[in-house]
Nanobody, 123 residues
Framework: QWQLVESGGGLVQPGGSLRLSCAPSIGTVNSYAIGWYRQAPGKEREGISCISPSGESTNYADSVKGRFTISRDNAKNTIYLQMNNLKPEDTAVYYC????????????????WGKGTLVTVSS
């Protein structure tokens, strides 16, 4: 079954950095817009960033703007989320998903969710 797989999570101190990766279990993801999401304990899932298939268009939630950078390497069939200046409130399970319909990461269009990778920001 076609699915996305996230990796790169871990424990990091406040102010530190991590880079998450998202790649398909099989096949290619290059024709899909990809979104990154996160869900903290007891909170609703939050969309934090989206990148178009070409990588030319990106957007970010206000909560991560200026600290996180989404990118993709279509030659490696991988999408990245560089997270800098991490804060304790960034602690969450991070997921990626593919936009099957719109190329703009509309919620109703997202699918092929990965199982997530845990990011813990703590001293």
């Amino acid at each position: 079954q076609w699915q996305l797989v996230e990796s790169g999570g871990g424990l990091v101190q406040p102010g530190g950095s991590l880079r998450l990766s998202c790649a398909p279990s099989i096949g290619t993801v290059n024709s899909y817009a990809i979104g990154w999401y996160r869900q903290a304990p007891g909170k609703e899932r939050e969309g934090i960033s989206c990148i178009s298939p070409s990588g030319e268009s990106t957007n970010y939630a206000d909560s991560v703007k200026g600290r996180f950078t989404i990118s993709r390497d279509n030659a490696k069939n991988t999408i990245y989320l560089q997270m800098n200046n991490l804060k304790p409130e960034d602690t969450a399970v991070y997921y990626c998903a593919a936009d099957r319909l719109t190329n703009t990461c509309q919620d109703y269009a997202m699918g092929y969710w990965g199982k997530g990778t845990l990011v813990t920001v703590s001293s």
